[in-house]
């Protein structure tokens, strides 16, 4: 039996490839990209500010980064609260953790309002013990900072 489990929160508790894709589409729409799954597959996996870093290189766009970013964190975390969907069976499996008596936490490179987006759309908020968002760690994945940071709280 384990004593404690530490999930991730992007494609293991929350679908959010998607809703990356569709903040995406929205935040370039207005600068007349129009985003296709295969323009974004290089970057799955990395950071917002690397992929409009690289959009706008790649469509030669007159805009700030900064204010690129606002528009993509907005628009997500309003997809985050609005369509979030959890990974089939992924609460089932946290519940049923919980039930058991194993401790609990979330580990997440997203912000801190993401992951709490996805608590309360996914009735989890008292369910992890801990929680450790990107924000609160010197550097994001692919570092391991936030799982040690989970592991040292629990």
Avoid at 64 to 75: F, G, P, Q, R, V
Avoid at 79 to 99: M, T
Avoid at 102 to 122: G, I, K, N, T, Y
Avoid at 133 to 141: E, I, N
């Amino acid at each position: 039996m384990f004593e404690a489990v530490i999930f991730d929160m992007d494609g293991v508790l929350a679908d959010s490839e998607p809703l990356h894709f569709r903040a995406e589409k929205i935040t370039l729409a207005p600068l007349g990209v129009r985003l296709r799954l295969e323009d974004v597959q290089p970057y799955m996996g990395t950071t917002p500010r690397i992929f409009l870093e690289g959009m706008i290189r790649q469509h030669g766009l007159d805009v700030s980064l900064e204010s690129l970013l606002e528009t993509h964190h907005a628009t997500l975390l309003d997809l985050y609260r609005s369509d979030a969907r959890p990974i089939p069976g992924a609460l089932r499996l946290v519940h049923r953790l919980r039930k058991l008596g194993v401790d609990l936490a979330l580990a997440s490179s997203s912000h801190q309002c993401l992951v709490d987006a996805v608590l309360e759309r996914f009735e989890l908020r008292n369910v992890f013990r801990v929680v450790v968002s990107g924000d609160q760690v010197g550097r994001a994945k692919p570092w391991p900072d936030i799982f040690l940071e989970a592991v040292k709280r629990l």
